[in-house]
T-cell receptor, first 114, second 110 residues
Framework: ETGVTQSPTHLIKTRGQQVTLRCSSQ?????VSWYQQALGQGPQFIFQ???????GRGNFPPRFSGLQFPNYSSELNVNALELDDSALYLC?????????????FGPGTRLLVL | EDQVTQSPEALRLQEGESSSLNCSYT??????LFWYRQDPGKGPEFLFT???AGEEKEKERLKATLTKKESFLHITAPKPEDSATYLC???????????FGDGTTLTVKP
């Protein structure tokens, strides 16, 4: 069974640039959620995709956008990067729309915005 | 709005000294409460899912319990390798997202 993978592991960008982060879900999972984790805090929900459609969104501005592909992998895009976007970005996959909604996390992408 | 509060923020134990971590929550209909372990710079590692008050789950030195307002993660005779941040999260019945607390950072000294 393949776990959740994310790429890249680390990324450095400058303010105003755009970034794309990628996630491959665990085998058999059809739901992907993205979280932002600032240092010393718990993960904050950005949005979730279920079978290629957005299925909920947290309190993040529209410059945070995403996609899910037919193979259930996903992308997180952030436009017009700000210094406060520096964080660990986590992807989690689950088998959605059922009782077993446990989310399994990838290793994360560490983004630094200068 | 769903809320999760974890206490204490940090806990230092001697090896073999048992203790408990607390997770207090408010949620509009609980689908599940989750415990994760997170090592520095890594993604959270799933430990337990609890669904209803009175439920208990065990794994090695860890035992999680659930009431209608809080959950406890009991650590029995901890070892230095148990040092990590332990995160608690809740999921409401009408939402797919999980709401996390800020975690308890556990340090176990040999």
């Amino acid at each position: 069974e393949t776990g959740v993978t994310q790429s890249p592991t680390h990324l450095i960008k400058t303010r105003g640039q755009q970034v794309t982060l990628r996630c491959s879900s665990q085998s058999g999972h059809n739901t992907v959620s993205w979280y932002q984790q600032a240092l010393g805090q718990g993960p904050q929900f950005i949005f979730q995709y279920y079978r290629e459609e957005e299925n909920g969104r947290g309190n993040f501005p529209p410059r945070f956008s995403g996609l899910q592909f037919p193979n259930y992998s996903s992308e997180l895009n952030v436009n017009a990067l700000e210094l406060d976007d520096s964080a660990l970005y986590l992807c989690a996959s689950s088998l959605g729309r059922g009782r077993q909604e446990t989310q399994y996390f990838g290793p994360g992408t560490r983004l630094l915005v200068l | 709005e769903d809320q999760v509060t974890q206490s204490p923020e940090a806990l230092r134990l001697q090896e073999g000294e048992s203790s408990s971590l607390n997770c207090s929550y408010t949620v509009s209909g609980l689908r599940g409460l989750f415990w994760y372990r997170q090592d520095p710079g890594k993604g959270p590692e799933f430990l337990f899912t609890l669904y209803s008050a009175g439920e208990e789950k065990e794994k090695e030195r860890l035992k999680a319990t659930l009431t209608k307002k809080e959950s406890f993660l009991h650590i029995t005779a901890p070892k230095p390798e148990d040092s990590a941040t332990y995160l608690c999260a809740v999921q409401a019945t009408n939402a797919g997202k999980s709401t996390f607390g800020d975690g308890t950072t556990l340090t176990v000294k040999p």
